[in-house]
């Protein structure tokens, strides 16, 4: 089985600011989300736990495994996506015309792209998807939207559901 929880809370989330890899921590709404999802997941088999490398990720991930101890790995790959010369914008500082010039090329301002994001997420889920194991993933929006994408055979750019700070999805039985 393999499982996916966002990150909690941060005060970026809480006031529309673009994290991207900028390393927000936790806030406190965020520390109690995360407290009540491992309190969800503490009679849940889990063998592993996979985590972004960035705090609130990170965080999120020893909260849960307090009532597991099993090794947790983080993971380059699933850091959520480089939003460049965007990380630390408001949201709604940011245009229309800036948000399609991004879309069309994240690039020019020192960001991935949707197909970036899904390339670098999908080539860790690869490498774990068809481990004997209870894995559980902690990462961002992105990475959940991303292997999805991938499990669902949808393209990189299809619109998909999000997913909410510490939700739970099961990705595989």
Same mark, same amino acid.
């Given at each position: 089985?393999?499982?996916?929880?966002?990150?909690?809370? &941060? !005060?970026? @989330? /809480?006031?529309?600011?673009?994290? =991207?890899?900028?390393?927000?921590?936790?806030? $406190?709404?965020?520390?109690?989300?995360?407290?009540?999802?491992?309190?969800?997941?503490?009679?849940?088999?889990?063998?592993?736990?996979?985590?972004?490398?960035?705090?609130?990720?990170?965080?999120?991930?020893?909260?849960?495994?307090?009532?597991?101890?099993?090794?947790?790995? &983080? !993971?380059? @790959? /699933?850091?959520?996506?480089?939003? =460049?010369?965007?990380?630390?914008?408001?949201? $709604?500082?940011?245009?229309?015309?800036?948000?399609?010039?991004?879309?069309?090329?994240?690039?020019?301002?020192?960001?991935?792209?949707?197909?970036?994001?899904?390339?670098?997420?999908?080539?860790?889920?690869?490498?774990?998807?068809?481990?004997?194991?209870?894995?559980?993933?902690?990462?961002?929006?992105?990475?959940?939207?991303?292997?999805?994408?991938?499990?669902?055979?949808?393209?990189?750019?299809?619109?998909?559901?999000?997913?909410?700070?510490?939700?739970?999805?099961?990705?595989?039985?």
């Amino acid at each position: 089985m393999i499982l996916f929880v966002r990150h909690g809370q &941060t !005060d970026c @989330n /809480l006031n529309n600011i673009i994290q =991207g890899h900028l390393d927000a921590p936790l806030n $406190k709404i965020g520390i109690s989300q995360a407290k009540n999802t491992a309190i969800k997941l503490k009679d849940v088999k889990i063998d592993i736990i996979y985590s972004s490398p960035l705090i609130r990720a990170k965080k999120t991930a020893d909260i849960i495994n307090g009532y597991h101890h099993c090794p947790i790995i &983080t !993971d380059e @790959n /699933l850091k959520e996506q480089n939003a =460049g010369d965007a990380t630390g914008m408001n949201e $709604k500082d940011i245009t229309e015309e800036m948000k399609t010039e991004f879309f069309n090329d994240p690039h020019k301002f020192n960001a991935e792209s949707e197909e970036d994001l899904y390339q670098r997420t999908i080539q860790f889920f690869k490498n774990i998807e068809n481990v004997n194991k209870n894995i559980l993933i902690v990462a961002h929006r992105g990475n959940y939207k991303a292997i999805y994408r991938y499990l669902n055979k949808l393209s990189s750019s299809e619109k998909v559901e999000g997913i909410n700070n510490c939700e739970i999805k099961i990705l595989k039985r």
